[in-house]
């Protein structure tokens, strides 16, 4: 059983940071792309950033320059590391586990096709202006 367990979240002041964590277990796609989506209440899920195998990431427009993806442990931890925080970032955030490979496998979780993927149940990020 794939479990993907986020933790980090909490309430900051605007221009603040969070560090957020999100431990998988059980995920059996070793060499497959990871990343972190996002929805705000009555949104649409929004991809937030995603990184492949090799190490080589990408992030949305809104959070390019702000956030960093990293990950350790082979692909047993993913981070997501927020600066400058903006109440436009309050959110629940989702870690996401691709299920297939290559640069498919990036589109899909920026595009948050949960077909796709396994995901989290989500660490809530609150930011105030």
């Known amino acids: 059983q794939v479990q993907l367990v986020e933790s980090g979240g909490g309430s900051v002041q605007s221009g603040g940071s969070l560090r957020l964590s999100c431990v998988n277990s059980g995920y059996p796609y070793s060499g497959y792309c990871m990343g972190w989506f996002r929805q705000a209440g009555g949104k649409e899920p929004e991809g937030v950033a995603v990184i492949d195998p090799e190490g080589h990431v990408t992030y949305a427009d809104s959070v390019q320059g702000r956030f960093s993806i990293s990950q350790s442990n082979g692909q047993k931890t993913l981070y997501l590391q927020m600066d400058n925080l903006s109440p436009d970032d309050t959110a629940k955030y989702h870690c996401?586990?691709?299920?297939?490979?290559?640069?498919?496998?990036?589109?899909?979780?920026?595009?948050?096709?949960?077909?796709?993927?396994?995901w989290g149940q989500g660490t809530q990020v609150t930011v105030a202006s």
């Open positions: 996401a586990a691709g299920t297939i490979r290559g640069s498919s496998c990036v589109a899909r979780l920026m595009r948050v096709e949960r077909t796709f993927m396994y």
